[in-house]
């Protein structure tokens, strides 16, 4: 079994649609966070929800919302998409916020063209 | 907020050779160092961590050690292989924001 999935795993779209990532987690971890790596490999943290609660709320633009339907589950959606948006997006999971191992989904590989 | 430098960003050795990545850190309440390996075209992978009250871990191959004082840890691969063949993260965390290392992408040559 899958323990962090994403979907899609390659979205292709133009400048100014908006789009959705899932992610789904079936390890009852009680955080999930979302990562955008850019082209240098460098790991950015986005947003990180525990419990159904936004604790990590990174300076990115907000055109894009995480959202949590529940505690194994949460979404990235981003409007009016930029080229500067193209870039890897991984979902993860932890047991704990910060202080525990994280559980990294397949990723999700994002082209504004 | 924590600043956490990592070098280098590429390191290329002989198969059974011995590779060694550095980081350091800013924050002192920082109290959880994972490693995370992240091979082509997949997620990052825990592969060893360590925890503020502990100087040394060791798992096979793979060995991480810890200054405080100092506020640096290393990874230590011993006998590296092909398959070791990855971009390597450090990390901190305990203080809900998990920060990252800049990655250093390590080629083992055959």
């Known amino acids: 079994d899958t323990a962090v999935s994403q979907t899609p795993k390659y979205l292709v779209t133009q400048m100014g649609n908006d789009k959705s990532i899932k992610c789904e987690q079936n390890?009852?971890?009680?955080?999930m966070y979302w990562y955008k790596q850019d082209s240098k490999k460098f790991l950015k943290i986005m947003f990180s929800?525990?419990?159904?609660?936004?604790?990590i709320n990174e300076t990115v633009p907000n055109r894009f919302s995480p959202k949590s339907p529940d505690k194994a589950h949460l979404n990235l959606h981003i409007n009016s998409l930029e080229l500067g948006d193209s870039a890897v997006y991984f979902c993860?999971?932890?047991?704990?916020?910060?202080?525990?191992?994280?559980?990294f989904g397949p990723g999700t590989r994002l082209t504004v063209l | 907020g924590e600043n956490v430098e990592q070098h280098p960003s590429t390191l290329s050795v002989q198969e059974g050779d011995s590779a060694v990545i550095k980081c350091t850190y800013s924050?002192?309440?920082?109290?959880?160092f994972p490693w995370y390996k992240q091979e082509l075209g997949k997620g990052p992978q825990l592969i060893i961590d360590?925890?503020?009250?502990?100087g040394e871990k060791k798992d096979q191959r793979i060995a991480v050690t810890l200054n405080k004082t100092a506020k640096h840890f290393s990874l230590h691969i011993t006998e590296t292989q092909p398959e070791d063949s990855a971009v390597y993260f450090c990390?901190?965390?305990?203080?809900?924001?998990?920060?990252f290392g800049r990655g250093t992408s390590l080629i083992v040559h055959p």
């Open positions: 993860a999971s932890s047991p704990l916020a910060g202080e525990r191992e994280q559980f």
């Open positions: 929800y525990n419990n159904k609660e936004l604790i």
């Open positions: 390890l009852g971890h009680d955080t």
């Open positions: 990390a901190t965390g305990g203080s809900y924001i998990p920060t």
């Open positions: 360590i925890r503020s009250n502990v």
């Open positions: 924050d002192s309440a920082s109290n959880y």
